[in-house]
């Protein structure tokens, strides 16, 4: 399957999986025990480190509802395409997709790509235009957000799609369902969002 994302400007960039090439990473250690201010203010660390619904988060911090572009779905078999190396419990062949998180006028907060058992996908995404978490709240799956890593690097073709300079900080984190992991999901978030959580860096 192949597809293209459209940006802002009307320009396309490959739908191939969007990883930041990174500046600085940070494992399970950091995830629990959270940034220096100097390094990542107060307010993102919030909503990279909080284990709570990310589409909600972003409703209650915007005011406004969070809309669904997917991007891209493509069964990619067993090859990971270079997705964190805990891709590999969730079992496979996978199914990759990819999403635009944005509000009603179109502006992009968040992008984001996960990898599911392909043959199971539809067991948790009955509607795949919903966000994850709306589609699974709706079937009141129990879930557990297991978050792995954050990222801080560079992105050229998200610098198109989100219309601003990095670097960018992300994360990625594992979904378990009755104690198996049930997908990977990797996330980058604009620096629009810094209009609502402040600068990414706190004033000393």
Not at 83 to 99: G, L, S
Not at 137 to 145: D, K, M, Q, V
């Amino acid at each position: 399957m192949t597809s293209t994302i459209q940006t802002s400007k009307g320009l396309s960039i490959p739908a191939s999986w969007h990883a930041l090439q990174p500046i600085w990473q940070g494992g399970e250690e950091v995830v629990q025990c959270g940034l220096p201010k100097q390094q990542l203010a107060t307010t993102w660390q919030m909503l990279l480190l909080g284990d709570g619904s990310h589409t909600r988060n972003l409703q209650l911090l915007t005011g406004e509802p969070v809309e669904v572009d997917v991007i891209d779905m493509s069964v990619i078999g067993t090859d990971p395409e270079g997705a964190p190396e805990i891709v590999k419990v969730v079992p496979n062949p996978w199914m990759r997709r990819q999403v635009w998180l944005r509000n009603a006028a179109g502006q992009r907060l968040t992008y984001a790509a996960s990898w599911w058992e392909a043959s199971h996908l539809d067991e948790y995404l009955e509607n795949r235009s919903l966000p994850i978490w709306t589609s699974l709240a709706r079937s009141r799956t129990e879930l557990y957000r297991d978050i792995q890593g954050i990222h801080y690097g560079h992105s050229p073709a998200l610098e198109l799609a989100f219309g601003e300079p990095g670097p960018f900080w992300g994360r990625h984190y594992l979904f378990w369902h009755n104690e198996q992991p049930i997908t990977l999901i990797y996330e980058v978030f604009s620096p629009c969002l810094s209009k609502y959580l402040g600068e990414t860096v706190e004033n000393q």
